[in-house]
């Protein structure tokens, strides 16, 4: 009887396996319990939606990320501000705001969007000692010396346009801004009061000099001299223009 049975099997698998791939189907529907839409999808993996990123990263181009900005360079004859006498003492020179170069658009930037603008100044001065013409090897431009690559992650769709001291400063103030939503400490005092004591004022600084990457990669300043050296003359600076703004 077993032998039968056995007989019987192999001819029905060698007719179904021999039949047309409709008949197949048709048999396999048939199937007591089976449903074509619900079984083939449970059958078949679907794909999870990837969580949103939660992190305050700043997520520039990778060439800006980690990139350490060498020195600006200027033209023969270009009127460079310094705020320092010639003898480079610590003493700021007796000037008055109006003589600044730029005054009025760091202040009109620094208000709009509650920017220190000791900082503002201070990173001008250092980036680009106030030359509208300055630039670099690396591609940054103007007075705060400004990527076009990071200026365009910011909603800037002319890099051209970093030429100009109104659009190059507010532009360089919207990165200093992004900066400081990654890297700040301060949970009470605006951007527009912040201390170059907090350890956040320092790793903004870095992060403009060398990338928000390298800040990452090091949990701080970077160990690179040229970053160490900027963050120290920048910090000279905001202290300098405190005093010779003590009004702001």
């Given at each position: 009887?077993?032998?039968?049975?056995?007989?019987?099997?192999?001819?029905?698998?060698?007719?179904?396996?021999?039949?047309?791939?409709?008949?197949?189907?048709?048999?396999?529907?048939?199937?007591?319990?089976?449903?074509?839409?619900?079984?083939?999808?449970?059958?078949?993996?679907?794909?999870?939606?990837?969580?949103?990123?939660?992190?305050?990263?700043?997520?520039?181009?990778?060439?800006?990320?980690?990139?350490?900005?060498?020195?600006?360079?200027?033209?023969?004859?270009?009127?460079?501000?310094?705020?320092?006498?010639?003898?480079?003492?610590?003493?700021?020179?007796?000037?008055?705001?109006?003589?600044?170069?730029?005054?009025?658009?760091?202040?009109?930037?620094?208000?709009?969007?509650?920017?220190?603008?000791?900082?503002?100044?201070?990173?001008?001065?250092?980036?680009?000692?106030?030359?509208?013409?300055?630039?670099?090897?690396?591609?940054?431009?103007?007075?705060?010396?400004?990527?076009?690559?990071?200026?365009?992650?910011?909603?800037?769709?002319n890099p051209k346009?970093?030429?100009?001291?109104?659009?190059?400063?507010?532009?360089?103030?919207?990165?200093?801004?992004?900066?400081?939503?990654?890297?700040?400490?301060?949970?009470?005092?605006?951007?527009?009061?912040?201390?170059?004591?907090?350890?956040?004022?320092?790793?903004?600084?870095?992060?403009?000099?060398?990338?928000p990457g390298n800040?990452?990669?090091?949990?701080?300043?970077?160990?690179?001299?040229?970053?160490?050296?900027?963050?120290?003359?920048?910090?000279?600076?905001?202290?300098?223009?405190?005093?010779?703004?003590?009004?702001?």
């Amino acid at each position: 009887m077993e032998r039968i049975m056995s007989a019987t099997l192999k001819l029905l698998l060698l007719v179904f396996i021999t039949a047309p791939a409709s008949a197949q189907s048709r048999a396999v529907d048939e199937l007591p319990g089976f449903s074509p839409e619900t079984d083939l999808q449970a059958s078949t993996p679907v794909p999870q939606p990837i969580a949103p990123a939660t992190g305050k990263s700043t997520e520039l181009p990778a060439e800006d990320a980690f990139l350490v900005k060498p020195d600006a360079e200027h033209e023969p004859g270009a009127e460079l501000f310094d705020l320092f006498d010639e003898t480079r003492s610590k003493t700021p020179r007796s000037s008055k705001p109006k003589k600044i170069p730029y005054f009025e658009i760091v202040k009109k930037e620094a208000t709009a969007q509650d920017v220190s603008i000791y900082l503002i100044l201070a990173v001008i001065q250092k980036e680009s000692s106030f030359d509208p013409k300055a630039y670099n090897p690396s591609g940054a431009v103007g007075l705060m010396q400004m990527l076009p690559a990071t200026a365009k992650y910011l909603g800037l769709k002319n890099p051209k346009a970093l030429w100009s001291p109104e659009v190059n400063i507010k532009y360089g103030v919207k990165y200093l801004n992004v900066l400081e939503k990654e890297f700040g400490t301060q949970d009470t005092l605006s951007f527009a009061k912040c201390h170059t004591s907090d350890i956040g004022f320092t790793n903004i600084l870095a992060a403009y000099n060398a990338g928000p990457g390298n800040v990452r990669k090091y949990n701080g300043v970077p160990p690179f001299k040229e970053t160490k050296r900027y963050v120290e003359l920048v910090t000279e600076y905001f202290h300098a223009f405190e005093q010779l703004l003590p009004a702001f």
